[in-house]
């Protein structure tokens, strides 16, 4: 299963944008799906999970209140609504699909996984 993300761009500060995760060949239905974010120079971030079993999610406190992770099971797909970006959202961010509910729990970076490519957030001051 390859992760594929799309939905990135450049926006002011305050504005929104929604991240899209989706599978190139298969359904991400069987799969507890994480957005991670990476900016240079710092270790990746855990934002936001849901699972696979129950769609329970979970947040970075960081980022709760503004963005919220859904999935939609007719089509495959994962979403990241971002409201109220900030400056320090900017990052590479990433979907993984993986089978372990302790990383959502946790809101943890997945060590075993399919990762996209991610895509880039840029949110100007």
């Known amino acids: 299963v390859q992760a594929v993300e799309s939905g990135g761009g450049l926006v002011q500060a305050g504005g929104s944008l929604r991240l899209s995760c989706a599978a190139s060949e298969f359904s991400l239905d069987p799969y507890g799906i994480s957005w991670i974010r990476q900016t240079p120079g710092k270790e990746r971030e855990g934002v936001a999970c849901i699972t696979r079993s129950d769609s329970s999610t979970y947040y970075a406190d960081s980022v709760k209140g503004r963005f919220t992770i859904s999935r939609d099971n007719v089509k495959g797909t994962v979403y990241l609504e971002m409201n109220n970006l900030k400056p320090e959202d900017t990052a590479v961010y990433y979907c993984?699909?993986?089978?372990?509910?302790?990383?959502?729990?946790?809101?943890?970076?997945?060590?075993?996984?399919?990762w996209g490519q991610g895509t880039q957030v840029t949110v100007s001051s």
């Open positions: 993984v699909a993986h089978e372990n509910p302790l990383v959502c729990f946790s809101v943890g970076v997945p060590r075993i996984g399919s």
